[in-house]
């Protein structure tokens, strides 16, 4: 599956912004079922400074200064992006308490890389509440994927989505109390819990193609960004859930980046002085393209 995503994000203010600096995160991964076939990233007015790098979990930021005012800010991604489907496993599917053993020893370098995504991070917390509700999917002896999908079930019978009810900054605490929320608290929250029974899960920032209902027409610019998260399954390495949908992930979903949580990976972020009034306007399009002749 062949895909044109564009991103475009507008900062509007009423007085001029003296001095800003910025980071982005919109330039898709390259992983075994992804591959970027072309990036292009447009900033108007033009930056005094625009560079990119690699961060500490090797996803590609571009990071832009302005060391003159605007009024408006423009940021426009544009991206080509080939998706295929997931690579089935060649091993035994791993119990869940053989995987938060194996973490624990990290004796390979896949353990001892997954072991930081079983601590606390900023948007998600271990602790014994979130343990004991993920309990009840995982008995004794319960194969990974199995138990994964059960929690996932579960989870999406018990929350429900809500724009109106958390904001950026609502606490997985919070969440968990009122039972509901949007794709990032979803996101995070799962990982809370899975990770307070001692199984590695990271926060996963992209994309979903949404379709429109039979009979309307394709709305541009109407798709939005989307978060999940990734479960770490030893032997069958890392395995993408989208909790929003309850689903494993598909050639539906466009990988951007992966951290531990939203503060690693936001799409857009950074500080600047002076401006009033800001006003944001966000639009997304996920189209599908016909490969390449």
Known sequence: MRYRITHRTEYRSVEAVSVGHNEAWLTPRNTPTQRCLNHQIEVSPGPSIIMTRTDYFQ????????????HELVVTSVNDVEVLAPIPAETLEPTWESVRDTVRAHETEEDFTALEFVFNSPRCRVNAEFAEYAMSSFPPGGLIREC?????????????????????????????????????????????????IGIPARYVSGYLRTLPPPGKPRLVGADASHAWMSVYCGAWGWIDIDPTNNQFTSTDHITIAWGRDYTDVAPLKGVYIGGSSPQLLVSVDVAEVAPAA
């Open 59 to 70: 996803n590609t930021t571009t990071q832009f200064a302005f060391n003159q005012g605007y």
């Open 148 to 196: 994964i999908a059960d929690l996932m079930k579960r989870f999406h019978d018990d929350f429900q989505y809500d724009s109106t009810a958390t904001t950026v900054s609502t606490p997985v605490e919070q969440v968990f109390r009122i039972r509901r929320g949007v794709c990032q608290d979803f996101a995070h929250l799962l990982i809370s819990m899975l990770r307070s």
